[in-house]
């Protein structure tokens, strides 16, 4: 299944979406799920539930729930915003090395506003690096939302090297 995903900021071309070939999981761990700037995207066909795997094609992906993890920043507080988390392991399956960084992650509300990661948060937090195949990285990706946004959807979409773009998208309850 391919979709595009534009962009008005960041990131732009066009992205695969393969959630097809997607699993049924309990979680990232084989047990129950856990319980910035933004710009406009256009919303992408087939999602996946968190804690089921998701496959692109040189690796895959589960997620948690989204969980709230904090307050907004370190500076003043805005009530308007909350930090929320998703726990996130990824699985380098392919011949490529794949980057895990939190920054290649875009959450998305119902409204279709992406938010960027942002540092600390809900710990342990996603360490940047570059897995070899067969390599997994896990941890926490953050994001300062506004606290009425809903019906959120996780996108993850690393820049490989020789080869396109592969993005999964999860969708995420609260």
């Not at 990131?11 to 979406?17: E, P, W």
């Not at 589960?62 to 392991?89: K, M, Y």
């Not at 926490?140 to 999964?168: C, G, M, Q, T």
Request: charge should be neutral; aromatic fraction near 4%; include cysteine.
């Amino acid at each position: 299944m391919r979709s595009n995903l534009t962009l008005t900021a960041g990131r732009t071309g066009v992205v695969i979406l393969l959630s097809a070939g997607c699993q049924q999981s309990a979680s990232l761990d084989g047990g129950s799920p856990s319980s910035a700037g933004s710009r406009s995207v256009a919303v992408p066909d087939g999602v996946i539930l968190p804690g089921a795997q998701g496959s692109a094609r040189h690796y895959s992906m589960r997620v948690s729930a989204l969980e709230e993890c904090g307050p907004s920043n370190n500076g003043p507080i805005d009530h308007a915003l909350t930090r929320v988390g998703v726990e996130v392991r990824l699985h380098a399956r392919g011949e490529l090395q794949i980057p895990a960084n939190p920054y290649y992650a875009l959450l998305i509300d119902g409204k279709n506003i992406a938010h960027e990661a942002t540092l600390g948060g809900c710990t342990p937090a996603l360490s940047p690096t570059l897995l070899a195949p067969g390599q997994t990285a896990r941890g926490w990706i953050s994001f300062d939302v506004p606290r009425e946004s809903h019906n959120w959807r996780l996108s993850y979409a690393p820049e490989l090297i020789k080869a396109p773009e592969d993005e999964l998208v999860f969708q995420l309850a609260r």
